[in-house]
Nanobody, 126 residues
Framework: QVQLVESGGGSVQAGGSLRLSCAASGRPFSNYAMGWFRQAPGKEREFVAAINWRGVSTSYAGSVKGRFTISRDNAKNTVYLQMNSLKPEDTAVYYC???????????????????WGQGTQVTVSS
């Protein structure tokens, strides 16, 4: 089992920045590929960013590419999502996810993730 706890959400004006953190516990963090997903009211959960287990491959949704950066610190058992130039359409609950699938590419499909955090709210006002 892996436990994931997100933090860093909040309210910000358009153009601002936030950094989300996801702290993992329970199993060796370095064995897991990590991802961030989000869900806005009335919408399905969607992929945001992912990083593979070695931290050398990342992937981003087109809507956030160039604005968001995913990274991981295996020594701290934490994955981050740096969000810059935030837009109102980024408003959602953001979820951290983990999977022990080891592959070269980052994993973008939510169905491949086994463990999920409780989510953290991000609200961007115009």
């Amino acid at each position: 089992q892996v436990q994931l706890v997100e933090s860093g959400g909040g309210s910000v004006q358009a153009g601002g920045s936030l950094r989300l953190s996801c702290a993992a516990s329970g199993r060796p963090f370095s064995n897991y590929a990590m991802g961030w997903f989000r869900q806005a009211p009335g919408k399905e959960r969607e992929f945001v960013a992912a990083i593979n287990w070695r931290g050398v491959s990342t992937s981003y949704a087109g809507s956030v590419k160039g604005r968001f950066t995913i990274s991981r610190d295996n020594a701290k058992n934490t994955v981050y999502l740096q969000m810059n130039s935030l837009k109102p359409e980024d408003t959602a609950v953001y979820y951290c996810a983990a999977t022990n699938v080891k592959q070269t590419n980052a994993i973008t499909s939510w169905g491949e993730y086994d463990y999920w955090g409780q989510g953290t709210q991000v609200t961007v006002s115009s």
